[in-house]
């Protein structure tokens, strides 16, 4: 079994990274596979609406020329899919929301490829608008048919500086509960 984890915050390995390798962890504890893929620094623009994926009808994307379709393959491959972003302006980031669209479209053009796969989302905040970011991200996850799974607050870490995630201890524990509870639900899907 093998997780995805995508972090869209522009800055790599900072507290969006902290926060996923911390539910990561937990797979990792249970014997799950897991990779984190940063899209700092990598080419990934919004869905230009040609809806040739409905034609096509490849599972990818026809604009070719940046990360889409690598990322794409990735949610495809993996059993669960987890979605991290920091908040900018009360939202995530112009990358996961192309992401979200890129993908989303293709799975909709795909008789929903990614139906019932778990997934969850990750927030970076360092005061407001945490809530919108992720109810943002798990718009994609409900369109797409998906199983969203919980913990115990809503997956938050509060921080700034890059690395301050690591003292949000609240945050951490939600994070291992969600790595915990994607866990339990990934080996009961797959027994
Ligand atoms: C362009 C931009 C916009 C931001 N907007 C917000 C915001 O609306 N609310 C907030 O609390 N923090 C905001 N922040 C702060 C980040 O969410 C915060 O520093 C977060 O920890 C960054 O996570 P990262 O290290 O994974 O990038 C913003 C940061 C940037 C660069």
Redesign the pocket.
Known sequence: MKVIAF?A???KD??????LKHALKELEKEGIETELFQLAGRKLQGCIACRKCFSAKDKRCAVADDAANECIAKMLEADAVLL????????C?ASMKALIERAGMVARANGDMLRRKPGAAVV???????IHAFDSMNHFFTISQMIIVGSSYWNI?V???????EKDEEGLATMATLGRNLAWLLKKLNK
């Open positions: 972090n915050s522009a800055r900072g507290n969006t990274a902290v926060l991290g972003s920091p908040t900018y302006f009360a939202d980031t970076a905040v360092r005061r407001g608008g945490a870490g921080c700034r500086e890059a690395g301050e995630a």
